[in-house]
């Protein structure tokens, strides 16, 4: 299972982080990364982030946002600078046993993230 954390309410140019930590597995997880949805809109692949360290982004968050992991913790962190409004969603965290993109296998809840104007 994954369980993610840190969402919140915070203005626009703000900062927030997101932790996502994996419980109840024994193997190490390869891809893992963060999707968001906002209301009214498909789920949407934010950044992801591979075994080895290599990282991907969204262009809509690119040079804002950077995606880190702690693979013997199997701990994957988004922190967000520049912060928009329109980056208000709830924001997943998923990974993958697999090198697969984009991971899919595990979920956590989803956390909020609202940004005020």
């Known amino acids: 299972q994954l369980q993610a954390s840190g969402g919140g309410l915070v203005q626009a140019g703000g900062s927030l982080s997101l932790s996502c930590a994996a419980s109840?597995?024994?193997?190490?997880?390869?891809?893992m990364g963060w999707y968001r949805q906002a209301p009214g809109k498909q789920r949407e692949l934010v950044a992801f982030?591979?075994?080895?360290?290599?990282?991907n982004y969204a262009d809509s968050v690119k040079g804002r946002f950077t995606i880190s992991r702690d693979s013997g913790k199997n701990t994957v962190i988004l922190r967000m600078n520049s912060l928009k409004p329109e980056d208000t969603a709830v924001y997943y965290c998923a990974a993958d046993i697999l090198p697969r993109i984009p991971p899919r296998g595990y979920w956590g809840q989803g956390t909020q993230v609202t940004v005020s104007s």
């Open positions: 982030i591979s075994s080895a360290g290599s990282s």
């Open positions: 109840g597995t024994t193997f190490n997880l390869n891809v």
